[in-house]
Nanobody, 126 residues
Framework: QVQLVESGGGLVQAGGSLRLSCAASGRTFSIYTVGWFRQAPGKVREFVAAIRRSDGSTYYADFVRGRFTSSRDNAKTMFYLQMNNLKPEDSAAYYC???????????????????WGQGTQVTVPS
């Protein structure tokens, strides 16, 4: 079992930056990919970014490419989402997730992720 805890959300003005953190514990060695997703009120959950735990390869949704960067620490138990040039439409609850144990999936399909954090709120006033 993998446990994930996000932190780092908050209120930031448009054009500002935030860095979200995702702390993984438990069977972290079983994680293949960590994904970042977000969900705004009344909207469906959407994929934001993914990072492959082994080599740090990244994959982004088109709407964040060039503004957001996903990374991990050397111990591969902390995962980060650096968000720059934030826009009001980026306001949402952000979640990190880990792929299901035993899978080697690298992408943005939420159904392939089996462990989820509790979420952290990001608010960018218009």
């Amino acid at each position: 079992q993998v446990q994930l805890v996000e932190s780092g959300g908050g209120l930031v003005q448009a054009g500002g930056s935030l860095r979200l953190s995702c702390a993984a514990s438990g069977r972290t060695f079983s994680i293949y990919t960590v994904g970042w997703f977000r969900q705004a009120p009344g909207k469906v959950r959407e994929f934001v970014a993914a990072i492959r735990r082994s080599d740090g390869s990244t994959y982004y949704a088109d709407f964040v490419r060039g503004r957001f960067t996903s990374s991990r620490d050397n111990a591969k138990t902390m995962f980060y989402l650096q968000m720059n040039n934030l826009k009001p439409e980026d306001s949402a609850a952000y979640y990190c997730a880990a792929t299901r144990d035993g899978t080697t999936y690298f992408g943005g399909d939420a159904g392939r992720f089996g462990s989820w954090g509790q979420g952290t709120q990001v608010t960018v006033p218009s």
